[in-house]
Nanobody, 115 residues
Framework: QVQLVQSGGGLVHPGGSLSLSCVASTNIFEKTGVEWYRQAPGKQRELVAHTISSRHEIYADSVKGRFSISRDYAKNTVSLQMNSLKPEDTGVYYC?????????WGQGTQVAVSS
């Protein structure tokens, strides 16, 4: 059983930055891609960024140029750096990974962007 534990998030003013971390209980990230989702209040969960290899990522148009994924396999950690945050970035952020038919989610972390 793999556990994903998230940290980071919080309240920030527009234009500010936050970093989210997703730590796995095993070295699963060396074998799998990682996805970051967010769910804004009253909206469906949406994919904002994901890795497609050990060096490449894809970002939603809404976050492109502002968000970036980094990996630290030695620490079983994938992070999401969020810069130039906007109020519309507010939501609960989740990391997700899948290996075979097994899907693992982090517990979610709240990000609030407000003046």
């Amino acid at each position: 059983q793999v556990q994903l534990v998230q940290s980071g998030g919080g309240l920030v003013h527009p234009g500010g930055s936050l970093s989210l971390s997703c730590v796995a209980s095993t070295n699963i990230f060396e074998k799998t891609g990682v996805e970051w989702y967010r769910q804004a209040p009253g909206k469906q969960r949406e994919l904002v960024a994901h890795t497609i290899s050990s060096r490449h990522e894809i970002y939603a148009d809404s976050v492109k140029g502002r968000f970036s994924i980094s990996r630290d396999y030695a620490k079983n950690t994938v992070s999401l750096q969020m810069n130039s945050l906007k109020p519309e970035d507010t939501g609960v952020y989740y990391c997700r990974t899948q290996i075979g038919e097994f899907v693992y989610w982090g517990q979610g972390t709240q990000v609030a962007v407000s003046s």
